[in-house]
Protein backbone atom coordinates (compact mmCIF):
# COMPACT_ATOMS: atom_id res chain seq x y z
CA UNK A 1 0.00 0.00 0.00
CA UNK A 2 1.87 3.27 -1.24
CA UNK A 3 1.98 6.26 1.98
CA UNK A 4 -0.22 8.63 -0.17
CA UNK A 5 -3.29 5.84 0.12
CA UNK A 6 -2.24 4.90 3.69
CA UNK A 7 -2.71 8.43 4.64
CA UNK A 8 -5.99 8.98 2.58
CA UNK A 9 -7.39 5.83 4.36
CA UNK A 10 -6.29 7.65 8.02
CA UNK A 11 -7.77 10.87 6.66
CA UNK A 12 -10.65 9.11 5.44
CA UNK A 13 -11.25 7.19 8.78
CA UNK A 14 -10.65 9.81 11.24
CA UNK A 15 -13.32 11.74 9.50
CA UNK A 16 -15.80 9.33 9.50
CA UNK A 17 -18.40 9.56 6.32
CA UNK A 18 -20.22 13.11 7.47
CA UNK A 19 -16.51 14.39 7.76
CA UNK A 20 -15.60 13.22 4.64
CA UNK A 21 -18.99 14.80 2.98
CA UNK A 22 -18.01 18.31 4.20
CA UNK A 23 -14.47 17.62 3.28
CA UNK A 24 -15.48 17.06 -0.27
CA UNK A 25 -17.73 20.16 -0.10
CA UNK A 26 -14.95 22.53 1.03
CA UNK A 27 -12.63 20.91 -1.80
CA UNK A 28 -15.51 21.54 -4.46
CA UNK A 29 -15.86 25.40 -3.63
CA UNK A 30 -12.38 25.64 -3.57
CA UNK A 31 -11.70 24.06 -6.90
CA UNK A 32 -15.07 25.96 -8.09
CA UNK A 33 -13.77 28.94 -7.53
CA UNK A 34 -10.61 28.41 -9.09
CA UNK A 35 -12.14 27.55 -12.06
CA UNK A 36 -14.30 30.22 -12.37
CA UNK A 37 -11.83 32.65 -11.73
CA UNK A 38 -9.37 30.77 -14.39
CA UNK A 39 -12.42 31.71 -17.00
CA UNK A 40 -12.88 35.06 -15.53
CA UNK A 41 -16.16 34.81 -13.66
CA UNK A 42 -16.54 34.85 -9.49
CA UNK A 43 -18.25 32.52 -7.44
CA UNK A 44 -19.04 33.94 -4.47
CA UNK A 45 -20.63 37.02 -5.42
CA UNK A 46 -23.68 38.13 -3.41
CA UNK A 47 -26.02 37.08 -6.47
CA UNK A 48 -24.52 33.63 -6.74
CA UNK A 49 -24.48 32.97 -3.20
CA UNK A 50 -27.96 33.87 -2.38
CA UNK A 51 -28.81 31.64 -5.09
CA UNK A 52 -27.34 29.16 -3.74
CA UNK A 53 -28.42 29.37 -0.25
CA UNK A 54 -32.16 29.54 -1.91
CA UNK A 55 -31.58 26.20 -4.26
CA UNK A 56 -30.35 24.49 -0.97
CA UNK A 57 -33.27 25.83 1.18
CA UNK A 58 -35.64 24.17 -0.69
CA UNK A 59 -33.90 20.97 -1.74
CA UNK A 60 -33.02 20.90 2.03
CA UNK A 61 -36.72 20.69 3.56
CA UNK A 62 -36.77 17.43 1.46
CA UNK A 63 -34.16 16.05 1.79
CA UNK A 64 -34.44 16.16 5.75
CA UNK A 65 -37.62 14.34 5.81
CA UNK A 66 -35.76 11.67 3.02
CA UNK A 67 -33.37 11.15 5.25
CA UNK A 68 -35.58 9.96 8.42
CA UNK A 69 -37.42 7.76 5.89
CA UNK A 70 -34.48 5.79 4.43
CA UNK A 71 -32.70 5.61 7.65
CA UNK A 72 -35.91 3.30 8.16
CA UNK A 73 -35.32 1.33 5.05
CA UNK A 74 -38.35 3.17 3.55
CA UNK A 75 -38.75 5.79 0.65
CA UNK A 76 -40.86 8.46 -0.73
CA UNK A 77 -41.41 9.11 -4.32
CA UNK A 78 -44.83 11.54 -3.19
CA UNK A 79 -42.53 14.49 -1.79
CA UNK A 80 -42.48 16.37 -4.68
CA UNK A 81 -45.76 16.15 -5.21
CA UNK A 82 -46.71 16.74 -1.22
CA UNK A 83 -44.84 19.88 -2.18
CA UNK A 84 -46.86 21.17 -5.15
CA UNK A 85 -50.29 20.38 -3.29
CA UNK A 86 -49.45 21.78 0.15
CA UNK A 87 -48.42 25.35 -2.19
CA UNK A 88 -52.13 25.04 -3.81
CA UNK A 89 -53.72 24.13 -0.28
CA UNK A 90 -51.58 27.72 1.34
CA UNK A 91 -52.22 29.93 -1.23
CA UNK A 92 -56.10 29.05 -1.75
CA UNK A 93 -56.11 29.12 1.82
CA UNK A 94 -54.69 32.71 2.44
CA UNK A 95 -56.04 33.73 -0.65
CA UNK A 96 -54.61 36.90 -0.15
CA UNK A 97 -55.57 37.53 3.39
CA UNK A 98 -52.44 38.22 5.76
CA UNK A 99 -55.07 37.15 8.62
CA UNK A 100 -55.28 33.67 6.93
CA UNK A 101 -51.65 33.25 7.24
CA UNK A 102 -51.31 30.80 10.00
CA UNK A 103 -54.52 28.90 8.65
CA UNK A 104 -53.28 28.41 5.34
CA UNK A 105 -50.04 27.01 6.80
CA UNK A 106 -51.86 24.69 8.80
CA UNK A 107 -54.00 23.36 6.20
CA UNK A 108 -50.77 22.61 4.15
CA UNK A 109 -48.72 21.05 6.90
CA UNK A 110 -52.00 19.41 8.19
CA UNK A 111 -52.88 17.94 4.48
CA UNK A 112 -48.97 16.96 3.96
CA UNK A 113 -49.48 15.02 7.57
CA UNK A 114 -52.54 12.93 6.35
CA UNK A 115 -50.49 11.83 3.15
CA UNK A 116 -47.59 10.91 5.11
CA UNK A 117 -49.83 9.24 7.36
CA UNK A 118 -51.26 6.99 4.38
CA UNK A 119 -48.17 6.09 2.98
CA UNK A 120 -46.65 5.03 5.96
CA UNK A 121 -49.97 2.87 7.27
CA UNK A 122 -49.84 1.51 3.45
CA UNK A 123 -46.37 0.44 3.59
CA UNK A 124 -46.72 -1.37 7.32
CA UNK A 125 -50.35 -2.05 7.52
CA UNK A 126 -50.68 -3.51 3.51
CA UNK A 127 -46.66 -4.95 3.46
CA UNK A 128 -46.70 -3.00 -0.01
CA UNK A 129 -43.00 -2.14 -0.82
CA UNK A 130 -42.00 1.63 -0.22
CA UNK A 131 -41.06 2.43 -3.59
CA UNK A 132 -44.80 1.25 -5.18
CA UNK A 133 -46.79 2.79 -2.27
CA UNK A 134 -45.61 6.51 -2.61
CA UNK A 135 -45.58 6.49 -6.10
CA UNK A 136 -49.29 5.21 -6.00
CA UNK A 137 -49.87 7.97 -3.38
CA UNK A 138 -48.05 10.24 -6.34
CA UNK A 139 -50.21 9.27 -9.06
CA UNK A 140 -53.23 10.13 -6.74
CA UNK A 141 -52.34 13.50 -5.86
CA UNK A 142 -50.84 13.93 -9.74
CA UNK A 143 -54.17 13.32 -10.51
CA UNK A 144 -56.13 15.49 -8.51
CA UNK A 145 -53.94 18.11 -9.25
CA UNK A 146 -54.30 17.70 -13.14
CA UNK A 147 -58.06 17.49 -12.94
CA UNK A 148 -59.10 20.62 -10.79
CA UNK A 149 -56.58 23.30 -11.66
CA UNK A 150 -55.52 24.52 -14.71
CA UNK A 151 -52.74 26.60 -13.92
CA UNK A 152 -52.10 29.03 -10.72
CA UNK A 153 -53.96 29.21 -8.38
CA UNK A 154 -54.60 31.13 -4.80
CA UNK A 155 -52.81 34.13 -3.70
CA UNK A 156 -50.30 34.75 -1.11
CA UNK A 157 -50.22 38.04 0.64
CA UNK A 158 -47.19 39.72 1.03
CA UNK A 159 -46.59 39.59 4.26
CA UNK A 160 -46.24 35.90 3.88
CA UNK A 161 -43.54 36.22 0.72
CA UNK A 162 -41.00 37.48 3.39
CA UNK A 163 -40.52 33.74 4.16
CA UNK A 164 -39.26 33.14 0.60
CA UNK A 165 -37.47 37.03 -0.40
CA UNK A 166 -35.95 38.28 3.23
CA UNK A 167 -32.48 37.54 3.86
CA UNK A 168 -29.73 38.19 6.69
CA UNK A 169 -26.72 39.75 4.36
CA UNK A 170 -26.45 36.83 2.08
CA UNK A 171 -28.23 34.27 4.13
CA UNK A 172 -32.27 34.29 3.05
CA UNK A 173 -34.39 33.44 6.29
CA UNK A 174 -35.57 30.19 4.05
CA UNK A 175 -32.09 28.93 4.52
CA UNK A 176 -31.92 29.72 8.63
CA UNK A 177 -35.65 27.98 8.98
CA UNK A 178 -33.79 24.85 6.97
CA UNK A 179 -30.60 24.97 9.28
CA UNK A 180 -32.61 25.07 12.29
CA UNK A 181 -35.03 22.32 10.98
CA UNK A 182 -31.88 20.14 10.68
CA UNK A 183 -30.45 20.78 13.92
CA UNK A 184 -34.05 19.70 15.28
CA UNK A 185 -33.59 16.91 13.35
CA UNK A 186 -30.24 15.80 14.15
CA UNK A 187 -31.23 16.28 18.07
CA UNK A 188 -34.60 14.08 17.58
CA UNK A 189 -32.24 10.96 15.83
CA UNK A 190 -30.01 11.43 18.19
CA UNK A 191 -31.59 12.54 21.69
CA UNK A 192 -35.11 10.78 21.72
CA UNK A 193 -35.93 6.79 21.52
CA UNK A 194 -37.95 7.27 18.70
CA UNK A 195 -34.62 8.09 17.30
CA UNK A 196 -32.66 5.46 18.23
CA UNK A 197 -36.07 3.32 17.33
CA UNK A 198 -35.56 4.65 13.63
CA UNK A 199 -32.20 3.03 13.60
CA UNK A 200 -32.87 -0.09 14.81
CA UNK A 201 -35.34 -0.81 12.86
CA UNK A 202 -33.73 0.10 9.88
CA UNK A 203 -30.74 -1.74 10.79
CA UNK A 204 -32.19 -4.89 11.64
CA UNK A 205 -36.79 -4.58 11.80
CA UNK A 206 -36.83 -8.50 12.76
CA UNK A 207 -33.53 -8.28 15.65
CA UNK A 208 -35.76 -4.87 16.67
CA UNK A 209 -39.16 -6.11 16.93
CA UNK A 210 -37.40 -9.36 18.72
CA UNK A 211 -35.74 -6.21 21.21
CA UNK A 212 -39.71 -5.12 22.25
CA UNK A 213 -39.26 -2.49 19.22
CA UNK A 214 -43.01 -2.16 17.67
CA UNK A 215 -41.18 -1.94 13.55
CA UNK A 216 -44.63 0.01 12.18
CA UNK A 217 -44.60 2.95 14.84
CA UNK A 218 -41.14 4.57 13.67
CA UNK A 219 -41.76 3.94 9.81
CA UNK A 220 -45.01 5.75 10.25
CA UNK A 221 -43.30 8.30 11.96
CA UNK A 222 -40.70 9.08 9.10
CA UNK A 223 -43.21 9.16 6.39
CA UNK A 224 -45.51 11.65 8.23
CA UNK A 225 -42.50 14.05 9.38
CA UNK A 226 -41.51 13.08 5.43
CA UNK A 227 -44.53 14.61 4.54
CA UNK A 228 -44.59 17.92 6.85
CA UNK A 229 -40.90 18.77 5.94
CA UNK A 230 -42.24 18.59 2.23
CA UNK A 231 -45.33 20.90 3.51
CA UNK A 232 -42.68 23.34 4.35
CA UNK A 233 -41.15 22.57 0.75
CA UNK A 234 -44.74 23.63 -0.56
CA UNK A 235 -44.90 26.75 1.57
CA UNK A 236 -41.78 28.45 0.56
CA UNK A 237 -42.73 26.89 -3.21
CA UNK A 238 -45.65 29.59 -2.20
CA UNK A 239 -43.81 32.25 -0.84
CA UNK A 240 -41.36 32.59 -3.69
CA UNK A 241 -44.02 32.36 -6.52
CA UNK A 242 -46.95 33.89 -4.48
CA UNK A 243 -49.64 31.59 -5.64
CA UNK A 244 -49.69 27.99 -5.72
CA UNK A 245 -48.34 25.75 -9.27
CA UNK A 246 -49.76 22.57 -9.65
CA UNK A 247 -46.85 21.28 -12.09
CA UNK A 248 -43.89 22.17 -9.95
CA UNK A 249 -44.06 18.33 -9.72
CA UNK A 250 -42.79 17.80 -12.99
CA UNK A 251 -39.54 19.35 -11.46
CA UNK A 252 -38.04 15.64 -9.83
CA UNK A 253 -37.67 17.02 -6.58
CA UNK A 254 -37.99 13.59 -4.93
CA UNK A 255 -34.61 12.14 -6.95
CA UNK A 256 -32.76 14.86 -5.97
CA UNK A 257 -33.20 14.82 -2.41
CA UNK A 258 -32.55 10.90 -2.79
CA UNK A 259 -29.49 12.10 -4.37
CA UNK A 260 -28.84 14.34 -1.64
CA UNK A 261 -29.21 11.89 0.80
CA UNK A 262 -26.92 9.00 -0.53
CA UNK A 263 -24.32 11.85 -1.52
CA UNK A 264 -24.47 12.92 2.16
CA UNK A 265 -23.53 9.26 2.89
CA UNK A 266 -26.73 7.73 4.41
CA UNK A 267 -26.87 4.05 3.49
CA UNK A 268 -29.90 3.09 1.15
CA UNK A 269 -30.91 0.21 2.78
CA UNK A 270 -31.13 1.97 5.96
CA UNK A 271 -29.64 1.64 9.73
CA UNK A 272 -26.94 3.91 8.87
CA UNK A 273 -26.32 7.70 8.33
CA UNK A 274 -28.07 10.87 9.12
CA UNK A 275 -29.31 14.59 8.23
CA UNK A 276 -25.43 16.31 9.22
CA UNK A 277 -24.61 14.38 5.80
CA UNK A 278 -27.44 15.20 4.11
CA UNK A 279 -27.03 19.10 4.22
CA UNK A 280 -23.41 18.51 3.33
CA UNK A 281 -24.70 16.62 0.21
CA UNK A 282 -27.17 19.37 -0.44
CA UNK A 283 -25.01 22.25 -0.72
CA UNK A 284 -22.69 20.15 -2.62
CA UNK A 285 -25.51 19.74 -5.40
CA UNK A 286 -26.55 23.37 -5.00
CA UNK A 287 -22.82 24.33 -5.56
CA UNK A 288 -22.85 22.49 -8.64
CA UNK A 289 -25.99 23.90 -10.25
CA UNK A 290 -25.15 27.31 -9.38
CA UNK A 291 -21.57 26.85 -11.22
CA UNK A 292 -23.23 25.19 -14.07
CA UNK A 293 -25.50 28.35 -14.40
CA UNK A 294 -22.70 30.52 -14.31
CA UNK A 295 -20.98 28.59 -16.82
CA UNK A 296 -24.66 28.58 -18.77
CA UNK A 297 -24.39 24.78 -19.05
CA UNK A 298 -26.81 23.65 -21.25
CA UNK A 299 -29.54 22.03 -19.28
CA UNK A 300 -29.29 18.24 -20.72
CA UNK A 301 -25.61 18.80 -20.42
CA UNK A 302 -26.10 19.64 -16.43
CA UNK A 303 -28.27 16.81 -15.95
CA UNK A 304 -25.49 14.50 -17.31
CA UNK A 305 -22.81 16.36 -15.22
CA UNK A 306 -24.70 15.92 -11.98
CA UNK A 307 -25.41 12.04 -12.57
CA UNK A 308 -22.02 11.27 -13.15
CA UNK A 309 -20.99 12.87 -9.92
CA UNK A 310 -23.13 11.01 -7.85
CA UNK A 311 -22.61 8.14 -9.40
CA UNK A 312 -18.44 8.90 -8.71
CA UNK A 313 -19.32 9.83 -5.45
CA UNK A 314 -21.37 7.14 -4.43
CA UNK A 315 -19.08 4.45 -5.99
CA UNK A 316 -15.97 5.84 -4.35
CA UNK A 317 -18.14 5.50 -0.81
CA UNK A 318 -18.45 2.05 -1.69
CA UNK A 319 -15.14 1.31 -2.77
CA UNK A 320 -14.82 2.71 0.57
CA UNK A 321 -16.31 0.33 2.59
CA UNK A 322 -14.93 -2.41 1.10
CA UNK A 323 -12.01 -1.90 1.81
CA UNK A 324 -12.93 -1.48 5.65
CA UNK A 325 -14.32 -4.32 5.40
CA UNK A 326 -11.59 -6.45 3.64
CA UNK A 327 -9.18 -4.88 5.81
CA UNK A 328 -11.12 -6.00 9.33
CA UNK A 329 -8.38 -7.94 11.23
CA UNK A 330 -8.71 -11.68 11.24
CA UNK A 331 -6.56 -12.44 14.05
CA UNK A 332 -5.25 -10.42 16.91
CA UNK A 333 -1.76 -8.88 16.69
CA UNK A 334 -0.45 -10.83 19.00
CA UNK A 335 -0.43 -14.30 17.06
CA UNK A 336 -3.11 -16.60 15.98
CA UNK A 337 -6.30 -17.53 18.45
CA UNK A 338 -5.60 -19.58 21.06
CA UNK A 339 -7.15 -22.96 20.46
CA UNK A 340 -10.33 -23.81 21.97
CA UNK A 341 -10.88 -25.14 25.43
CA UNK A 342 -10.42 -28.98 25.64
CA UNK A 343 -13.31 -30.80 27.03
CA UNK A 344 -13.32 -31.79 30.58
CA UNK A 345 -11.85 -35.19 30.78
CA UNK A 346 -14.09 -37.70 32.28
CA UNK A 347 -14.03 -38.87 36.04
CA UNK A 348 -11.76 -41.25 36.66
CA UNK A 349 -13.65 -44.19 38.67
CA UNK A 350 -12.72 -46.78 40.84
CA UNK A 351 -12.39 -50.37 39.38
CA UNK A 352 -15.04 -52.81 39.98
CA UNK A 353 -14.18 -54.10 43.40
CA UNK A 354 -11.81 -52.14 44.58
CA UNK A 355 -12.93 -50.94 47.29
CA UNK A 356 -10.73 -50.95 50.40
Known amino acids: MTPLRTTVRSLGSRLGTTGLVYAALVVLLAVSSAFLAARGATLFT ?20 QTLVILCRSLDLSVGHVAALSALVAATTMDGDPSRIVLGAAAALGVAALIGLANGLIVTGLRVNPFIATLGTALVVQGYLDTTFQGPAGSVPAAFQTFGYTRIG ?21 RTRMGYHMYAVGGDAEVARLSGVRAGVPVVTAHVLCSITAGVAGLLLAARFGTGNPQVYANG ?18 GRGGVAGTIAGVFVLATLDTVFN ?22 VYARGQHSRTAARVRFPSTGPPAPPPSPPSAPKTAPLGGRR
Open 46 to 65: TANTVDLFTRSSLLGFLAIG
Open 170 to 190: PLPVSTLVMLGLAVAAVVFLH
Open 253 to 270: YELEAIAAVVLGGTYLLG
Open 294 to 315: VLAVDPFVKDVLRGAVLIAAVA
